[in-house]
């Protein structure tokens, strides 16, 4: 059997147990998925987190918000995207403690499934750990300018270096400045938690696109958040969290299972997987 699980807040809705141990069935390996859901402890040392699931014998975890930068920090060892992003989501509990990013190699996989062109000027709203991934993962997509919306300025200030040593064209914008503005730009992306079922609202309140622009959005509890509907009825192209947390999730159980041999026929399935979280996620 294989222990597997889940570190985050308010993570009672994922579906990330069911696609791993979906996944586990359909190439028979026994998984057990359990979630650790921090959201309502006042502390967490996650020095002391991993020593407790080593002594449950679980291999590895998938790490969400707000733990992603924190993760790292105990890594021993980081694949090349790692490195890059500086920012984790899944770690082997194995004797070299490898953290890789799925987040960064599941957003390049959601945007080629949904644009053959590359990516123009668009705007990122949130620079934690999945924006970071989502940043660094446009420039390797040739995205032209890219433009950053983070409340922390020292987070912001921080990133917006890190990403200028790949790409130039990096800027820093306020909502204001982006909604006076707004038609210059050709896509929208949140990727903070806000429209989350525990977080709900709009993080891009005053925005209305056109049906020459497009939205995607990380959160996909619910899939259709406020943002995207707001979007849809404007004509814009929408894109929900539902494509980035199957590519990434069917990148960690590939990671996991150390079945690299099975990608491709995982992949031509793709549809007939998607269509299964599509019906069960869109009407959440």
Partial sequence: MIKLGLLGNNISK???????????????????????????????????????IKEKNISGINVTYPFKELALEDSMKLSEETKLVKSTNLILINGSMTSYNTDYSGFLNTYKFNFNKEPSKLVILGGGGVGKSVCFALIKLGVKELYIIEKDHNKLKKLIEDLKKQHEQVYSIKLGELIENQHEFDGFLNCSEQGHINTPGNPFDGLKLNSNQWSFDVVYTPAMTTFLKNSEKRGAKVITGI???????????????????LRKKIMNNYDKIREYFFKKLITC
Avoid: H, R, V, W
């Fill in 243 to 261: 494509d980035l947390f199957l590519f990434q999730g069917i990148e960690s159980f590939i990671i996991f299972t150390g079945q690299e041999k």
């Fill in 14 to 52: 994922s579906e990330m147990p069911n696609l791993i141990t979906k996944l586990g069935n359909e190439f028979d390996f026994e998984i057990k998925y359990e979630l650790f859901d921090q959201a309502l402890k006042t502390k967490f040392n996650f020095k002391k987190f991993l020593s407790q």
